[in-house]
């Protein structure tokens, strides 16, 4: 069964509005989390790490104050994009190592479309 | 640098057949982890096969086996028997070190396309 739940799966909005993803983990404990972007085709983007009660790391480029990650507890990070335009549409993907390094789960998945 | 790279974008097989596809690596640490992931057209990212840099056997899972060629740093995913499912976006990836906050880098993907 699934080990990373993601919510929602989908999301349309208006330009200007913010949006919550939330990634839980479902059967373990994780300290780290990560946020990764991946547009069409293309390959998976890393945007941040997300440590379980501190800051998140940002990767270059990516704007902390657009994309705020909060890691309130060990089974859940969210990501809010915060007013949301056309350019930031995508598929947002949150992924966790397991109880062991050599497992790495993903979660499903959330597809943002921005109007 | 990139640390992954895959060069095939994309690759038809026929069902039934094997297919390989390359993935080459760059790191230099001794510590690494090296997985594959098959990403359907509903997006999510399912795993397949993890091999660990002091592993001496190739990883096998069922039908996918991993090529793993330290001295050419290359870790080729092997699909044997394709099947009109496998049909999808597959990721090389690696993680260097043991720590379980260390990022895992992915490469840009080969699409397969399994025709009957």
């Known amino acids: 069964g699934a080990v990373v739940s993601q919510h929602p799966s989908r999301v349309i909005c208006k330009s200007g509005t913010s949006v919550k993803i939330e990634c839980r983990s479902l059967?373990?404990?994780?300290?780290?989390m990560f946020w990764y972007r991946q547009f069409p085709k293309k390959s998976l983007m890393l945007m941040a790490t997300s440590n379980e009660g501190s800051k998140a790391t940002y990767e270059q480029g990516v704007e902390k104050d657009k994309f705020l990650i909060n890691h309130a507890s060990l089974t859940l990070s969210t990501l809010t994009v915060t007013s949301a335009h056309p350019e930031d549409s995508s598929f947002y993907i949150c992924s966790m190592i397991g109880r062991n390094v050599y497992e790495q789960y993903f979660g499903p998945g959330t597809r943002l479309t921005v109007t | 640098a990139q640390k992954i790279t895959q060069t095939q974008p994309g690759m038809f097989v026929q069902e039934k057949e094997a297919v390989t596809l390359d993935c080459t690596y760059d790191?230099?640490?001794?510590?690494?982890?090296l997985f594959w992931y098959k990403q359907p057209s509903s997006g999510e990212m399912i795993f397949l096969i993890y091999?660990?840099?002091?592993d001496e056997q190739n990883a096998t899972e069922g039908r996918y086996s991993l090529n793993f060629q330290k001295a050419r740093k290359s870790a080729n995913l092997v699909i044997s028997a394709s099947q009109l499912g496998d049909s999808a976006m597959y990721f090389c990836a690696m993680r260097e070190g043991w720590g379980f906050g260390n990022v895992l880098h992915c490469g840009s993907g080969t699409q397969v396309i399994v025709l009957p």
């Open positions: 790191t230099s640490d001794q510590s690494y982890g």
């Open positions: 059967d373990f404990q994780a300290t780290t």
């Open positions: 091999q660990g840099s002091y």
